[in-house]
């Protein structure tokens, strides 16, 4: 083959395009500097998978890393959006150093000996144990449990010279997240969706900019702004984080499931509401489990009853103002048995809202764990909340609501009630 081959250029060509350094833009690459974390914090699109894959490859093939921890909101993210996505580690292997992934032991292993594995947040005692040199976090802002999880991961970070980690996450305005941006030892690098502009479909960035553009959520999830509290917000994250529990207690005397149903199910509908409460002896309530979802009427019941089961509840509370008897009708067709109350919504939201977060303020409320959807809505619920403007219904903070009013508001006494054990989920 001559040197001025087309066939060679063509194979040049093709090496230089898929050389990383060479086509990613500058915040995508590794800052400079003796930092012991790096938080890139970006919008969705920007390709914050792609740049954590391929600094995991750059470490992996640099030798630089052996014992790598890769922790995502769900082990199914782990494996569909770190590991075999379209921006994941497999992915953006090199040819000569490509690893084999064992889904069952979620692991990757490397011709070189490094090895990746796979954490949860939703596991976080899976970390305690397992050593590490290099992390790469992903959607930090969505784990569940988010300080326990980081906890133990930090706790075992610490095999070689310099181990380090990486956070690559849309913002939320969680406390752990806060945390790390005040942090000296950590470079905070922050983008735009409408920074890859080049790779995203013209069609995409139109109607995204048309519809979120220069909205709270626009704000946040676009162009990656971390937002406070609402002023005039009938929730405060900083109440959520302050009476957040990693377990209920176990002498929990009700629980129910409060259900709040979409009037349709399509693309444009709004979400079906599902979440499961309970009321301590201590008088206390607890979030255990936000289920929410657009969802058929079949799904949405199936959920609902499954959560019933599953937590040993005594009773499903369902708003009924759109289609009462359908609607519970639709639950007994999954369990004829079921205890079903109905509830009618003869006041406007922020009225039946306002009780519930007196309770919150009073500190008689606590989250289990971490619900990132549901406490978006209560932070951001404010007492002009007008659905028209809002362009969405808050359907799981009205099953919040109808939740903690049946176990709370103007309910008996947790002595009347007979205790039952509840063994987490």
Same mark, same amino acid.
């Given at each position: ?62 030798? *630089? !890393?052996?014992?790598?921890? %890769?922790? @995502?909101?769900?082990? #199914?993210? /782990?494996?569909?959006? =770190? ?50 040199? *290099? !992390?790469?976090?992903?959607? %930090?802002? @969505?784990?569940?449990? #988010?300080? /326990?999880?980081?906890? =133990? ?273």
């Amino acid at each position: 083959m001559q040197p001025n081959s087309p066939t060679i250029y063509g194979q040049l060509a093709a090496a230089l395009q898929n050389n990383w350094r060479l086509t990613a833009r500058p915040e995508q690459l590794p800052p400079p500097g003796d930092w012991n974390g790096w938080l890139l914090m970006a919008g969705r699109g920007f390709g914050k998978t792609r740049t954590g894959a391929e600094w995991v490859r750059e470490c992996v093939e640099a030798k *630089l !890393a052996r014992h790598i921890a %890769l922790v @995502a909101p769900t082990a #199914a993210d /782990a494996r569909d959006v =770190m590991v075999e996505g379209p921006a994941g580690l497999l992915a953006v292997s090199s040819p000569w150093c490509r690893p084999t992934y064992e889904p069952s032991k979620r692991r990757l292993t490397w011709p070189n000996g490094a090895i990746a594995s796979t954490f949860s947040s939703e596991e976080a005692d899976r970390l305690r144990g397992p050593q590490h040199d *290099l !992390a790469w976090c992903d959607e %930090l802002g @969505a784990w569940n449990s #988010a300080s /326990a999880a980081w906890d =133990m991961l930090m706790f075992g970070l610490r095999l070689g010279r310099h181990p380090r980690w990486l956070v690559t996450t849309t913002p939320k305005p969680i406390k752990l997240l806060r945390e790390l941006l005040a942090r000296q030892d950590v470079v905070t690098v922050r983008g735009s969706t409408f920074d890859n502009s080049a790779n995203l479909a013209g069609p995409f960035l139109e109607a995204i900019r048309k519809r979120y553009e220069g909205t709270r959520l626009g704000r946040q999830e676009l162009n990656a702004e971390l937002l406070n509290d609402v002023p005039g917000a009938l929730w405060q994250l900083e109440w959520l984080d302050r009476d957040r529990v990693s377990k209920a207690p176990e002498d929990l005397c009700r629980i129910v499931v409060a259900v709040d149903p979409a009037v349709s199910n399509n693309e444009g509908s709004d979400e079906t509401g599902i979440v499961v409460a309970a009321l301590g002896q201590n008088g206390d309530g607890y979030v255990l489990a936000d289920l929410s979802g657009r969802c058929a009427p079949h799904e949405w019941a199936a959920k609902a009853v499954t959560a019933y089961r599953q937590f040993k509840a005594d009773r499903i509370v369902i708003e009924a103002n759109q289609g009462g008897a359908m609607a519970e009708e639709t639950l007994r067709v999954q369990d004829r048995n079921a205890s079903i109350k109905k509830v009618h919504a003869s006041r406007g939201k922020v009225t039946r809202a306002e009780p519930v977060s007196a309770l919150y303020e009073q500190r008689k409320v606590h989250h289990v764990g971490t619900f990132t959807a549901l406490e978006d809505q209560l932070t951001s619920f404010t007492s002009d909340f007008d659905r028209s403007s809002a362009g969405f219904s808050p359907d799981r903070l009205d099953a919040l609501v109808w939740a903690l009013t049946e176990l709370m508001v103007g309910a008996p006494e947790p002595a009347r009630f007979i205790k039952v054990n509840y063994m987490g989920r």
